[in-house]
């Protein structure tokens, strides 16, 4: 298959500290603009959306990555760990329903062809095979910049506690089962988080065999999953709300996608670093990161295919310093624009 060109950057402007920064640059016949707000969660995402949309108005869609809580595989059906990406493109679709909650139309106008064309596109099974033969392409790229921060945790840390098992100490469960402060910023090792407790899952074990047997790239290789997700105001921690989202389809949790949803048409590309209850640690952020990052460059590489195909909506014979594109990275992520630009090209087998 053929080269794709370099992502090159044009420019860099760091906003005020309630905006956050943003990057413009160019993959071929994409123009492209990564921003990153200053803070994490709705408030600052919703900020950064208005600017966006104020100040680049020619922009088409948005892409959303970053990390998620993801949901179960016993309540969604989905085989889903630790690192594993969910693409959502039912954000493209305005008026649709995720998971029970409606979506309204917006000035924006998301229900477009080429919109409905690009979620029907994605949704299929070879197009999610082909993010995830790509994926591990970037991930290594990304690894080998910084091998420590992106290194895979191994499977020994992806732990998926029983529904009604508690990250509690011995005081918490002393005093009516209440959680302490202290209790909540010790890891489950520290704490004693019996492994009595956890969930046997046939694909952990498949990867603690790969890992055994010195395969490791294949055991950090990611599933893509297809969404939805939905948007929580603040961190979710509690397995039962969890339980409640994913018997109506969810199959993850965040916090941001809202609040772009509400000013573009938008593909939320998150990785999943924890399973939404007590248990949650900061353990598989980096690497959760990493692999939607990975799969966000995947997801640029269609997009351009189409730019160069012309599909409807998506021409590019009047580029414009506005961009076509933006991609939103948490604020917990923002360290991945300086990264993005060190994949310079893509060569397929």
């Known amino acids: ?62 892409i959303l990555t970053g990390i998620c809580g993801g949901i179960p595989s016993a309540v969604t059906g989905h085989d889903l760990l630790f690192g594993d990406v969910v693409v959502d493109p039912r954000r493209l679709d305005a008026g649709g329903q995720v998971a029970g909650i409606k979506i ?75 959680a302490c402060c202290e209790c909540r910023k010790l890891p489950c090792d520290e704490l004693g988080c019996g492994n009595d407790h956890l969930v046997q899952r046939d694909r952990i074990d498949y990867k603690r065999k790969l890992e055994d047997d010195g395969r490791a790239d294949e055991a950090q290789t990611p599933n893509v999953i297809p969404g939805p997700v939905v948007s929580t105001e603040d961190v979710l921690r509690d397995p039962d709300k969890r339980d409640n989202l994913g018997t109506k389809g969810t199959v993850a949790i965040e916090m941001e996608a809202d609040a772009v949803c509400e000013a573009f048409p938008c593909i939320v590309i998150k990785g999943v670093s924890d399973y939404a209850d007590s248990h949650k640690n900061d353990a598989y952020q980096d690497y959760a990161s990493a692999t939607a990052a990975s799969a966000t460059m995947v997801m640029l590489v269609i997009l351009e295919r189409l730019a160069r195909e012309k599909v409807e909506g998506l021409e590019m014979d009047s580029p414009s310093r506005y961009g076509f594109f933006s991609i939103v990275l948490p604020q917990a992520s923002g360290q991945l624009i300086s990264r993005v630009p060190n994949y310079s090209k893509i060569v397929d087998d």
């Open 104 to 178: 309204e139309q917006d000035s924006g106008g998301c229900s477009t062809t080429w919109a409905r064309g690009l979620r029907s596109a994605i949704e299929t099974d070879d197009c999610l095979g082909y993010f995830k033969a790509r994926i591990m392409d970037f991930l290594k790229q990304l690894q080998q910049a910084a091998p420590a921060k992106y290194k895979y945790p191994g499977a020994g840390k992806d732990r998926l506690y029983q529904h009604d098992y508690p990250h509690f100490c011995e005081q918490c469960r002393m005093n009516q089962n209440l």
């Open 1 to 62: 298959m053929s080269r794709f060109g370099q992502f090159e950057e044009e420019e860099m402007e760091e906003l005020t500290k309630d905006y956050g920064a943003y990057r413009y640059g160019r993959m071929d016949s994409l123009h492209l603009v990564l921003a990153s707000p200053s803070k994490k969660g709705r408030a600052a995402m919703t900020v950064m959306a208005t600017f966006l949309r104020s100040r680049f108005r020619n922009l088409k869609l948005v």
